[in-house]
């Protein structure tokens, strides 16, 4: 992450319609500016996860991640920009290419690890795969050769290692959805205030 | 049995223990409507206008703790429940808003009186949905009562089709609600208890804070137990007033930009703040960098977006305020903090802002401290906003919970008249006063026609001073005197009220004050008092904009203290 002001959360969203409008339009509401936001389904039925990527200082973002909590169809929503994590982003390019260059530009692709996925007399589709810095330095290169398109998607992350904040929760505990009045929950699953 | 929307809707209000709602009929809705007669029990009220639906919803859900509900058709009738809605929700008030919507087939063709009502309201609702099925209401109705009533409580929005109300599914309404992403904390972290009550235990100048959110919880008892405890002195917000009595020796009113100046230099020379179910609103906390410098602050809120918002905290509690007040006063030791609490009274003598006039001119807070008099303080009242606001907030004594109910986030005008209509429905027994402003009543000033169809007894003080009081005050004090725009030529209340068909009498005289609140008092039905009050009365004390609590302008000539009636 290049940037130290930007945060990545990750939220599992109930999958109903709308809930994208609801994070969107919260965050437009309490003036954040959405870097990337990436919306794909999980493992479970009826879930979705969200990648968003704001910018903003830690209590601004935290005050937001609150906020976010808030909605209804949130289930869980994490900052994990400090958690040890993997992120990535994918880009397809469409670069001009002649029968001169052509190699050229396929062994910056080669160093890069990306792939080649579409060639004709005048023009290569080069997809790359990596976290954002690789996908700008990549690009930066490729815009010597002249860029015709790109379409890029916004970052996803897992973070590294076993139990992660946003592990799907096994079955059974996902039952017991009315408060019970009577009895605290375990002290030890709550944060800690 | 298979039943129609419409009447899956109405089985499942009951369900939920509606009684009352308050509605405006029009083409979407007409099949509801049509179902109505077939149950009884759901007594409606016609409004004349639907954002005073919105607020008799809001003043009937705070009068009695349950979920208000609204009714409105589509397009038109959908928007006009908007700021009553806004209002529900900065004000944490459990409101379900039904509303009508085009015809399945007709959904995003900009139909007639088509408007995306879940859309509008997403930002001022607590939850919305757009139901597309019979056979998603009760299940739809059952999480919309839940998510309301529990937690922060808020205002839920459900818009529903035409041709839904029409469609036959099977009635089965669920036991339980399916909501992975609403779990409320409403138990309070251990060890942050402990934390919080050694920081009590340790303080030598405590106060306590407390908000609507001790009203909402119920924790009457349980703030008065802290409070004795420790005697720590409390002050409350403005929605707070009621939560702690008012008259009771370690009241210290509440504090703010009216608020009374003593409240806020205890609040700003603080050690401690034990700020219970409060947001530290802007209007609460004055400029916020010099917002008690000195303190440091236990929050206790049942909404942890509020923790740190805009006051940094020492030691949170997220959780209900009753189930933490419960297990935080048994750590709480028994100790007296005299020297602190002398000074706060010496405060109070210092700054007496409940001191009335001495004047022959009909003053407005002289009026409220008569109903308040008259009533024995056993009254509910709700204003509006403005000047008619501040001094009712500070002229009348609250002991009771709910006994004040005011728009405090979003200052709605034209709040008082139909919010004083859902209490009044709410609690029929006890007596309902409306203390309004010239400005602020003729915005909904055509629920006067409801309140004589349904025989509602609410009993209206006007205190009319020809202007947009609040208004004018700032640019008295802020704006050099330039009258821009506040000056009103008001309508003749007492004729326009007998038109409506309620009886009203206009007093000018100080000495017709109280027997003309008692004859209102004594008169069966609604009744309409037109105050004609000094003009340019002003509120104090304020503390101007940007300014720091303790810097409150106060009464220029401050006369001595009529506190004789606590």
């Known amino acids: 992450m290049s940037d130290d002001n930007k945060h990545t959360l990750v939220a599992i969203v109930e999958d109903k319609p709308g809930v994208l409008n609801r994070v969107s339009s919260l965050l437009r509401r309490r003036s954040f500016n959405i870097d990337s936001i990436a919306v794909g389904h999980t493992d479970q039925a009826h879930q979705s996860r969200m990648t968003i990527v704001v910018e903003g200082d830690d209590a601004r973002v935290e005050q937001a991640r609150k906020q976010l909590d808030k909605i209804i169809e949130v289930v869980r929503i994490v900052d994990i920009t400090s958690i040890p994590s993997v992120s990535r982003e994918l880009a397809l390019v469409k670069v001009k290419a002649s029968a001169s260059n052509r190699s050229e530009i396929i062994q910056i692709v080669d160093i890069f690890r990306a792939n080649i996925v579409d060639v004709s007399s005048d023009s290569l589709i080069v997809e790359v795969t990596g976290d954002g810095e690789k996908v700008d330095s990549l690009l930066e290169l490729l815009r010597g050769f002249g860029i015709r398109e790109i379409a890029r998607t916004g970052r996803i992350a897992l973070t590294r290692g076993g139990a992660g904040p946003l592990q799907t929760e096994e079955k059974e505990t996902r039952v017991s959805k009315q408060l019970p009045k009577t009895q605290p929950p375990e002290a030890d699953a709550l944060p800690d205030w | 049995m298979k039943k129609t929307g419409a009447q899956i809707l109405c089985e499942s209000l009951l369900k939920e223990g509606v009684e009352v709602m308050f509605g405006f009929p029009g083409g979407a809705v007409l099949p509801l409507y049509d179902t109505l007669p077939q149950f009884p029990k759901l007594r409606h009220i016609l409004v004349r206008h639907e954002q005073g639906a919105a607020h008799a919803a809001d003043g009937y859900a705070r009068a009695t703790g349950k979920a208000g509900v609204c009714l409105a058709t589509s397009g038109p009738g959908a928007t006009n429940l908007v700021t009553g809605i806004a209002n529900a929700c900065l004000d944490s008030s459990p409101v379900i808003a039904i509303t009508g919507q085009v015809a399945r087939p007709f959904i995003g063709k900009d139909a007639f009186q088509e408007i995306d009502i879940t859309g509008i309201t997403l930002p001022i609702t607590k939850h919305n949905y757009l139901v597309l099925h019979a056979k998603d209401l009760a299940e739809v109705v059952k999480e919309a009562f839940y998510i309301a009533q529990t937690g922060r409580p808020g205002p839920v929005l459900i818009d529903i089709p035409r041709d839904v109300f029409q469609e036959e599914a099977d009635f089965i309404y669920p036991d339980k609600v399916n909501l992975p992403g609403y779990k409320p904390r409403m138990f309070g972290h251990p060890s942050q208890i402990k934390r919080a009550a050694e920081v009590i235990n340790n303080s030598e100048r405590p106060i306590i804070i407390a908000g609507r959110g001790v009203i909402i919880s119920g924790a009457f008892t349980e703030l008065k137990d802290l409070a004795e405890r420790a005697q720590i002195p409390v002050v409350t917000t403005l929605l707070g007033i009621g939560c702690f009595p008012e008259t009771h020796v370690l009241s210290f009113g509440w504090l703010g930009m009216h608020g009374m100046a003593y409240a806020n230099h205890a609040v700003h020379h603080s050690d401690v703040i034990v700020a219970i179910g409060m947001r530290f609103d802007d209007r609460a906390t004055g400029v916020v960098s010099h917002f008690a410098p000195n303190a440091r602050v236990v929050h206790i809120d049942i909404d942890p977006a509020e923790i740190g918002k805009n006051v940094q905290v020492d030691v949170p509690i997220v959780g ?130 409801t309140v004589v169809q349904e025989n509602i007894a609410v009993k209206i003080a006007i205190l009319n001073n020809g202007y947009l009081g609040m208004v004018r005050q700032w640019q008295q004090l802020f704006y050099g005197r330039r009258y821009v725009h506040t000056p009103l030529s008001g309508p003749d209340f007492v004729k326009i009220a007998e038109a409506y068909g309620v009886s009203a009498v206009r007093v000018t005289d100080k000495k017709l004050v109280t027997p003309t609140i008692e004859k209102a008092m004594a008169h069966d039905g609604p009744f309409l008092i037109d105050f004609l009050v000094e003009p340019e009365e002003n509120v104090f004390p304020i503390v101007p904009p940007g300014a720091a609590l303790v810097e409150a302008l106060e009464m220029p000539t401050p006369e001595k203290v009529t506190r004789s009636s606590k």
């Not at chain 2, 030791?333 to 700054?351: G, I, L, M, S």
């Not at chain 2, 004047?359 to 303080?377: A, C, F, K, M, N």
């Not at chain 2, 034209?414 to 859902?422: K, R, T």
Request: glycine content about 10%.
């Open chain 2, 320 to 449: 209900d305020v009753k189930n933490i007040l419960e297990v935080l006063n048994q750590q709480i030791v028994p100790r007296e903090h005299v020297d602190w609490f002398n000074q706060v009274d010496k405060w109070r003598e210092e700054h007496p802002a409940l001191s009335i006039r001495d004047s022959d001119s009909l003053l407005p807070q002289y009026v409220v401290r008569q109903i308040y008099e008259v009533t024995h303080g056993d009254a509910i009242v709700v204003t509006g906003v403005g000047q008619n606001q501040m001094w009712s907030a500070q002229f009348y004594f609250y002991d009771k919970p709910n006994s004040l109910i005011s728009s405090g986030g979003l200052g709605t005008m034209g709040f008082e008249l139909p919010a004083a209509m859902g209490a009044k429905v709410g609690k029929p027994e006890e007596p309902v006063w409306c203390i309004a402003g010239d400005g602020g009543f003729q915005m909904t000033i055509q629920e006067l026609a």
